[in-house]
């Protein structure tokens, strides 16, 4: 662990960063450039004197959790964070085999956004980031791994998964998500997209049959039915934002103005109600 250039770097990141760029208050008087460091041990989810110790030079080795956490809260690009768990004696990880890494630029934006649910996923299905009113309206998907995270998996293998969406509309949905998996599938050519369509057509012959009937459509923009166990039927429509490689969508999903949705929604950005059905947008 190179402590001092781990101070360094992540004091510089720190400074760079301005509270318009993430959901902190932009009405504290600052007589520093960037953030705080409360501010970003609060978005990283550590105590402000571990990450004060981090930038003098105190503290023991990050864990890779913690380095996962500052990535996001700093806004790091893949090329920093890869120097970051450099400097801090880690492994970098393989780009290859996983989407942790959410694009800063998708992640500034859902972080502006307090007034309607959005969520960063990747082309195949994974909740990697999402607002406070996504969690309330999809559940919270954070402490989720593996396939637990995957919407598509978890849609044609969970029965329960389904329970949010009105029964007249599974079958649609269904064709929706299998149309759109293949268009990840064909563009990313890789050991996991390959390895999620394989596990899928083993293990539901409802996938499988879709799969065959090679339909392909980018999911960019539809109209979603969700049905909230606590305030009952939303309607929300949804627009898809794409990084600069397709990899990764932010999903926000937007009532009408005044109709019942909205106010459902202002509800439950007041409550904060939690419930655990798998999404797609």
């Not at 999402?130 to 954070?142: C, E, I, K, P, T």
């Not at 849609?155 to 268009?183: G, K, N």
């Not at 999620?196 to 539809?222: K, M, Q």
């Amino acid at each position: 662990m190179d402590a001092p250039d781990l101070a360094h770097f992540l004091r510089t990141r720190r400074e760079r960063l301005t509270p318009s760029e993430t959901w902190m208050s932009p009405t504290l008087r600052r007589r520093t450039p960037g953030l705080r460091r409360e501010e970003v041990a609060q978005m990283a989810g550590i105590s402000t004197d571990y990450y004060t110790r981090l930038e003098q030079r105190r503290a023991p080795q990050p864990s890779p959790t913690v380095l996962k956490s500052l990535t996001r809260a700093l806004r790091l690009t893949l090329d920093e964070r890869d120097h970051l768990y450099r400097l801090a004696g880690h492994n970098v990880p393989d780009r290859t085999r996983g989407d942790d890494h959410v694009s800063p630029a998708l992640l500034s934006v859902m972080d502006r956004l307090h007034d309607i649910p959005a969520q960063v996923m990747t082309d195949l299905g994974e909740t990697i980031a999402q607002n406070q009113l996504a969690r309330s309206v999809f559940g919270d998907h954070r402490e989720l791994t593996g396939m637990a995270r995957n919407v598509v998996y978890q849609w044609f293998t969970t029965p329960r998964a389904r329970t949010a969406y009105p029964p007249q509309l599974q079958v649609e949905e269904s064709r929706i998500l299998v149309a759109d998996l293949r268009a990840a599938h064909a563009r990313r050519n890789d050991a996991k997209a390959r390895d999620l369509v394989g596990r899928l057509r083993a293990e539901s012959p409802e996938f499988a049959g879709l799969w065959d009937d090679h339909e392909v459509a980018v999911l960019r923009s539809r109209r979603k039915r969700v049905a909230h166990p606590v305030v009952g039927l939303l309607e929300l429509d949804c627009q898809a934002l794409l990084d600069d490689d397709r990899s990764q969508i932010l999903a926000l999903f937007t009532p009408t103005p005044g109709t019942p949705t909205a106010e459902k929604l202002v509800l439950l950005s007041a409550i904060g109600s939690p419930h655990h059905p798998s999404d797609r947008l």
